[in-house]
């Protein structure tokens, strides 16, 4: 069976170029570059994995990590940022409870794929 993942970047070379790589994978990916449609994806769908940037509007990665997390407290979410954002997120202990795990840009592709691999049972 197919791992159903969710990636939403709002710079489009990375959310299209994570979606493909994580097609190649194998998974069956949604993807998208507006967060305000990743909220409605998140409602419509079950998700394994989901991969959100932290930075972008008008929902953040970490509004999108909570609308997950009270939909489905299993979903695997990764935060992708840059080093500045990822310190910030790191400081606040309710948010690193709920992420799988942060990733700071720029990241190695294949140690992404991993980490997701891995967060899903």
Do not use: H, Q, W
Not at 42 to 57: G, R
Not at 78 to 87: A, D, H, K, R, T
């Amino acid at each position: 069976m197919y791992k159903k993942i969710l990636i939403v970047d709002d710079y489009e070379s990375i959310c299209n170029s994570l979606a493909m790589l994580f097609r190649e994978d194998g998974y069956f990916v949604d993807s998208t570059i507006d967060s305000s449609e990743a909220a409605l994806l998140i409602k419509k769908n079950s998700y394994d994995a989901c991969v959100f940037d932290y930075k972008m509007k008008p929902l953040t990665g970490i509004d999108l990590l909570k609308i997950v997390k009270d939909k489905d407290p299993g979903c695997a979410v990764f935060i992708i940022s840059g080093v500045l954002s990822i310190e910030l997120i790191s400081a606040d202990k309710s948010v690193v409870s709920l992420a799988t795990g942060l990733i700071t840009k720029p990241f190695d592709v294949e140690e992404l794929l991993k980490r997701v691999a891995a967060a899903i049972p």
